[in-house]
C-alpha cells in the first residue's frame, strides 16, 4: 500500500532538510527522501569536515554540524525519512495528488512535491580491486570517524575530500596512509600541508592492486604507477575511498518538468511546469540564481509555502512568524 503523506522533498541535502522543517512548520506532514544511505547532500558527501563561512548566524560551522543541526531542527516535526530510495516515476492521480515510485520499490502519494535534489543523485566512483570489499573494509563514506578508532586506515584519493578524511581520522585511527596515482593534488595546500605536518604517511604514485583479508580487510597491495614490479603490502583494517562522485538527474529528467542545462526552471514561487511540483536549491534554474547553501534555505521556504497554499488554498501564504508560535519550543 502507498504511504500517503502532504509534502515529499526529493533530496535530504542542506535544502531538502530545512523544506522538512518549514512543512512541519506549515502543519503539514512530510517524507524525505534520498538516493544516499545519510542525509546532509552534497555537504554530507564531499565535505563533511570543512568549516562553512556563510551561513547566516554561524561565524563558522563545519559541515557535520550544520547538517546536525538541520535535523536536529527538523527533528521537532518528526518528518519521515526514506534513505537508499531514489525517486523513479511520477504519475497524477485524477484527484490532483501525485504518485511515485522509489527504486526501491516503495509506493508514495502526496499532495505536492519539492524537488531539491541537487546536482543529482551522487554515486561514489568505484575503487577498481576494491568492489566486492565495499561494507567489509572499504568505504566510501565515512559517517562516524570514531568507528575508526584504533585502526590502520588507507585512504585513497587526490582531492580535497581524500585529505580530509585523513585529518578527520588522524586523531582516532592508529595510523593513516594516502595513496594517490599521482604526485600532485588537487586537494587545497593548506589541508595537505597540515596531513603533512601530522605525519600522514603519503604514497605517490601509487594505486591500489590487491585487497586481501580473511572476511574482512587486512591487507592492501598498492603498485607503483608504470613500476609493476614496485608492489607494496600494507597491513589496513579500513579503506576510505574517495574517489569523488558521479552525478546523475536520472529519472527526474523524465518527470516532464523543463529544464535547462540539467537545472529544473522555476517561477518566483518555486513552482516548475508541472503542477503540485516545485524544486528548491542547487536543482532550480532562473535568471540570477546563485548556487549556495543560504539560497536553498530560502527557496525551500518559498516551495513550501506555496505548496500550502496550492494544497489548501484557504491557508495563507505567509506563514506567521515563528517567533509567536509555541511548535518549535
Ligand atoms: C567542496 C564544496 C564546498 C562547498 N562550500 C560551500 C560553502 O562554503 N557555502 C555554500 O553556501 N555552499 C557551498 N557549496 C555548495 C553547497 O554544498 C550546495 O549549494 C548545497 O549542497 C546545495 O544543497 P541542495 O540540498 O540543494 O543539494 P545537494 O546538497 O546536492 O543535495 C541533493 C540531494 O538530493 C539527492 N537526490 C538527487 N536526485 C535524487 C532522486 N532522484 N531521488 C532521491 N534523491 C535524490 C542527492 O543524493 C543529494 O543527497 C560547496 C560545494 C562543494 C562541492
Not at 543529482?120 to 565495499?134: D, I
Not at 566510501?140 to 587526490?158: E, I, K, M, S, T
Not at 585523513?166 to 600532485?184: G, T
Not at 604517511?201 to 594505486?207: A, R, V
Request: charged share 20%; hydrophobic share 45%; aromatic share 8%.
Amino acid at each position: 500500500m502507498a504511504a500517503e503523506t502532504d509534502i515529499l522533498i526529493v533530496g535530504a541535502g542542506p535544502t531538502g532538510l530545512y523544506g522538512a522543517y518549514y512543512a512541519g512548520f506549515r502543519g503539514l506532514d512530510v517524507i524525505v527522501m534520498d538516493s544516499l544511505p545519510e542525509p546532509g547532500g552534497q555537504v554530507n558527501a564531499m565535505y563533511p569536515e570543512k568549516m562553512i563561512y556563510d551561513i547566516a548566524g554561524f561565524r563558522a560551522v563545519k559541515g557535520r554540524d550544520l547538517v546536525a543541526s538541520l535535523l536536529d531542527q527538523a527533528a521537532v516535526f518528526s518528518p519521515t525519512f526514506l534513505l537508499g530510495q531514489e525517486a523513479a516515476t511520477l504519475e497524477h492521480l485524477s484527484d490532483g495528488r501525485l504518485h511515485v515510485t522509489t527504486t526501491a520499490g516503495e509506493e508514495l502519494i502526496a499532495k505536492a512535491i519539492v524537488l531539491a535534489g541537487g546536482i543529482g543523485t551522487f554515486t561514489p566512483r568505484p575503487l577498481p580491486a576494491g568492489e566486492e570489499w565495499v561494507g567489509r573494509g572499504v568505504e566510501y563514506f565515512v559517517p562516524r570517524p570514531a568507528d575508526y578508532a584504533g585502526l590502520d586506515v588507507l585512504v585513497v584519493g587526490g582531492g580535497d575530500s581524500a585529505v580530509d578524511w585523513c585529518l578527520a581520522l588522524h586523531p582516532v585511527a592508529r595510523s593513516v596512509r594516502l595513496v594517490h596515482r599521482r604526485d600532485a593534488f588537487r586537494a587545497h595546500a593548506a589541508s595537505l600541508n597540515q596531513a603533512k605536518e601530522l605525519e600522514v604517511e603519503f604514497l605517490t604514485p601509487y594505486t591500489v592492486s590487491g585487497l586481501h583479508g580473511d572476511g574482512t580487510l587486512e591487507a592492501v597491495e598498492v603498485t607503483r604507477v608504470k613500476s609493476s614490479d614496485d608492489v607494496r603490502r600494507l597491513e589496513c583494517q579500513a579503506v576510505v575511498a574517495a574517489l569523488g562522485f558521479t552525478a546523475d538527474l536520472g529519472p527526474l529528467e523524465s518527470w516532464g518538468v523543463e529544464m535547462v542545462d540539467r537545472h529544473i526552471v522555476v517561477d518566483s514561487r518555486m513552482a516548475t511546469n508541472v503542477p503540485r511540483v516545485y524544486a528548491a536549491g542547487d536543482i532550480t534554474e532562473y535568471p540570477g540564481k546563485v548556487r549556495l547553501i543560504a539560497v536553498g534555505f530560502g527557496e525551500a521556504a518559498t516551495a513550501i509555502n506555496n505548496a500550502a497554499v496550492e494544497i489548501n488554498p484557504e491557508l495563507d501564504l505567509f506563514p506567521g512568524h515563528s517567533s509567536d508560535s509555541e511548535a518549535a519550543a
